[in-house]
């Protein structure tokens, strides 16, 4: 057993032993009547009767307006009500927020257990916050460059010791573990797909560097969940091993809001007692947890529209690349375009969009000065003529900005 999860079992036993243990109550509403839902093709719930191509959008399933996940939602206000009304901590769990935990271990790489938070950046802040707590004086974290805003600010307020590695380099990943092996407890933290760039790092080297140095190894799916591996598993999917925590969100391909994390029993039976966040925030409204269920459920039965999210992904890169335009080091569904320029970026988002074409300018402080960039979000249900036509569009008003 490692130091840290000595120290965590000892942290629980003695909120037992004062009282303060935490144990979610099981409200135990019964999940018959969830299941009748009309079933309509993935393929035809697109709509693009705005005359707005949206190429910002995180629903990279575009399952948010799948008639089976909103129905899904419907029945769970009409059984549950809209809210949660209370921490888990307090009103408990209902039973399709325990399947909905059971789901996600299973779709993630048959993990032990769950715990569920009202954001990504809660959970983000949230887990480093508490991990770091457990013993701070001991503990150092080591992270990725450009992870997201809520893996620095959850570094930051752990008030540990801590460096950020260069973006996907192991080896200085590797320097900076060696200088700190005397920390009896090591977190090593990267994203699954990186939000602004669209890369996915070097998982397997990693976590063998973190095991090297017997640190935690925590992996931010946010945007690899329901996108990446063979099945839209993610990291654990993808890359065919299984870090010691994933954190996931239910708000981009699961068409839903709230996060998650996995891990072993002990960890999250950890989160559970020691987490603020968890702890003083209202759990996600039982309707999004169903939704989220039902978006999953129909991931596994059309595992095809993985492959047609990488297929669109694909023909997008290669036509903006091939047109001469810097497309950074992206290989998944988030295409950045360098700019350089935050207000030429501007700019050209502000006559795309009157072109019909919504996509962002994405500028410090998300990305570094000087590298402004516009991010396109591709999904699976976009018409190929549709996506052609806007790509055109897209390189065309980039040309035409960056020679001017």
Known sequence: MSLLSELILSKIEKNKKLGLYRKI????????????????????????????????????????????????????????????????????HSDIHRELEKELCEFK???????????????????????????????????????????????????????????????HLESILRRHKDSEIKLVITEGVFSMDGDIPDLPGIIKIAKRYDALSIVDDAHATGTIGQKGGGSADFHKLKPDIIIGTLGKALASNGAFAISSRLIIEYLINFSRAFIFSTGIPPASA?????????????PGIIQILKDNSEFARKYISGSGLNTLNSSTHIIPILIGEEDKAV????????????????????????????????????????????????????????NS
């Open 109 to 171: 790489g048959d993990y032990e257990d769950c715990i569920l938070y009202p954001s990504g950046y809660q959970a983000n802040t949230g887990i480093i916050r508490s991990l770091s707590s457990v013993s701070p004086l001991k503990t150092f974290i080591a992270f990725d460059e450009l992870s997201h805003a809520s893996i620095i600010d959850g570094v930051l307020a752990s008030g540990v010791k801590f460096k950020s590695f260069k973006h996907n380099d192991l080896n």
């Open 290 to 302: 169903a939704s989220a269920l039902e978006a999953l459920k129909l991931i596994k039965e059309n």
């Open 347 to 402: 700019l050209i988002e502000k006559e795309l969009l009157k072109a019909g074409i919504y996509l962002k300018a994405i500028r410090y402080p998300a990305v570094p000065k000087k590298s402004a960039r516009l991010r396109l979000g591709i999904n699976a249900a976009i018409n190929g003529t549709i996506l052609e036509n806007a790509l055109k569009e897209i390189v065309d008003k980039v040309k035409l900005n960056m």
């Open 25 to 92: 109550p099981e409200i135990g509403l019964k999940k018959s009547n969830l299941k009748t839902c009309p079933d309509k093709n993935i393929d035809n719930d697109f709509n693009y009767s705005t005359g707005t191509v949206n190429l910002a959008t995180n629903d990279y399933l575009w399952l948010s307006k799948n008639e089976k996940v909103k129905n899904a939602a419907k029945k769970a206000v009409d059984i549950y009500g809209t809210s949660a009304s209370s921490s888990f901590l307090i009103c408990g």
